[in-house]
């Protein structure tokens, strides 16, 4: 009965549909394998190379961690518009959890305090019901164990999109648009930052800024596609 329970619970979260193409899953995965195919991984050299051309010269992100590139019209993009458009946010929590069970067991990830979910402005937030980021987290926390660190980011204000801007607008774009909350309980320590998809880590890069200002001691980003 309470196994059951607990099944229920498990499929309510994670039913087993893949969150693709909506095919019946028959083991444990959360994509299916048809869907897995057409995803790009995003492979430790990948993750090396994007994390030396945008991460080493601010030198605020000890390390990056992804799951996917973003490819242009494929599952991945159909996936993060769902979750972002269509309220499907039962994707973040599947795909936080995946990130997690990928990762799991890097050194870097073994003892952090917080996972910070970038934040929406608060208009933003209200205009789609929920911050995605917030789910990806979840789906971590399911994995790793670690506290979300709610309201302690914030963002001041709206940003224009990102899509066509250069490097350089990005980091101007972001400047100044986040703070700090709650920045005693920040002192000291290790954050995991995440965002859905880094580009040139510019929203990241400026998180981090503030962040490292207010004395906490090391950050990780992650993110579900690296674009
Ligand atoms: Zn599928």
């Known amino acids: 009965m309470y196994k059951k329970f607990l099944n229920d619970i498990y499929n309510f979260v994670f039913p087993p549909f893949c969150p693709c193409c909506g095919s019946k899953q028959q083991d444990d995965k959360i994509i299916c394998d048809m869907c897995e195919g057409e995803l790009t991984t995003a492979e430790k050299s990948d993750l090396k ?26 599952p991945i993009q159909s996936l993060i518009h769902k979750l972002k458009y269509e309220n499907k946010f039962r ?13 799991e067991g890097s050194e870097e990830l073994t003892d ?7 934040p929406l402005f608060h208009t933003k937030k209200a205009e789609r019901g929920y911050n995605q ?44 648009a ?34 490292s200002e207010a004395g906490v001691k ?6 579900i596609a690296l674009a």
């Open 49 to 74: 190379r994007h994390y030396n051309e945008y991460f080493v010269e601010t030198g605020k992100i000890k390390k990056l961690f992804s799951l996917y590139i973003f490819v242009k019209d494929s």
């Open 91 to 103: 994707i973040g929590l599947q795909l936080g959890y995946m990130w997690a069970r990928r990762f």
């Open 112 to 118: 952090l305090d917080y996972i910070i979910p970038v």
């Open 133 to 176: 980021s917030y789910y990806f987290a979840l789906g971590i926390k399911k994995v790793l164990g670690i506290k979300i660190g709610l309201r302690m980011l914030k963002r001041r204000r709206a940003t224009d999109t990102q899509t066509n801007l250069s490097k350089q607008q990005r980091i101007i774009n972001v400047k100044g």
């Open 178 to 211: 986040f703070k700090v909350k709650n920045k005693r309980r920040l002192i000291g320590k290790k954050i995991l930052l995440f965002d859905d998809v880094i580009t040139t880590g510019s929203t990241v890069n400026e998180c981090a800024r503030v962040l």
């Open 218 to 223: 090391s950050i990780i980003a992650g993110s």
